[in-house]
C-alpha cells in the first residue's frame, strides 16, 4: 500500500557528502516512521537512522552520530538522510523503510518495518 523510492546514491571520495532521499506514495497520510538501513556485501543489513512522522524525534546508531542527519519534509512525503564526512566503510546498499510501530528502541530492528525501498548504492572511495 505504501511504495518508497529510494535516490541520490552514487561515488564519493572518502570526507564527501552524499543526501540520500526517499519518496513515499500510496497510502502517505497515515502516521509512520521512517529508519534507513544499510547492508555492505556478505554482511547483515544494520540500523542507521530514524525519525518520526512528525519529526520530532529521531534515533541514530553510533557508528554515524554527528556525520548524517534523518529529516523529513510530510509535504514532500520525502524523508532525506544527509551524510557527511563520508568514510570507506560507510559503502553499502542504503535502504529506507517505513512502520506504524510506536517510537521506541524497536525502530533499530528491521523486523519491526512494514514497507522498504529498493535500496541505493553509496560507493566512498579512500
Known amino acids: 500500500q505504501v511504495q518508497l523510492v529510494e535516490s541520490g546514491g552514487g561515488l564519493v571520495q572518502a570526507g564527501g557528502s552524499l543526501r540520500l532521499s526517499c519518496a513515499a506514495s500510496g497510502h502517505t497520510f497515515s502516521s509512520y516512521s521512517t529508519g534507513w538501513f544499510r547492508q555492505a556485501p556478505g554482511k547483515e543489513r544494520k540500523f542507521v537512522a530514524a525519525i518520526t512522522w512528525r519529526g520530532d524525534n529521531t534515533n541514530y546508531a553510533d557508528f554515524v552520530k554527528g556525520r548524517f542527519t534523518i529529516s523529513r519534509d510530510n509535504s514532500k512525503n520525502t524523508v532525506y538522510l544527509q551524510m557527511n564526512n563520508l568514510l570507506p566503510e560507510d559503502t553499502a546498499v542504503y535502504y529506507c523503510?517505513?512502520?506504524?510501530?510506536?517510537?521506541?528502541?524497536?525502530?533499530?530492528?528491521?523486523?519491526?518495518?512494514?514497507?522498504w525501498g529498493q535500496g541505493t548504492q553509496v560507493t566512498v572511495s579512500s
Open positions: 523503510a517505513a512502520t506504524m510501530a510506536p517510537f521506541d528502541l524497536r525502530v533499530q530492528d528491521e523486523r519491526e518495518y512494514d514497507y
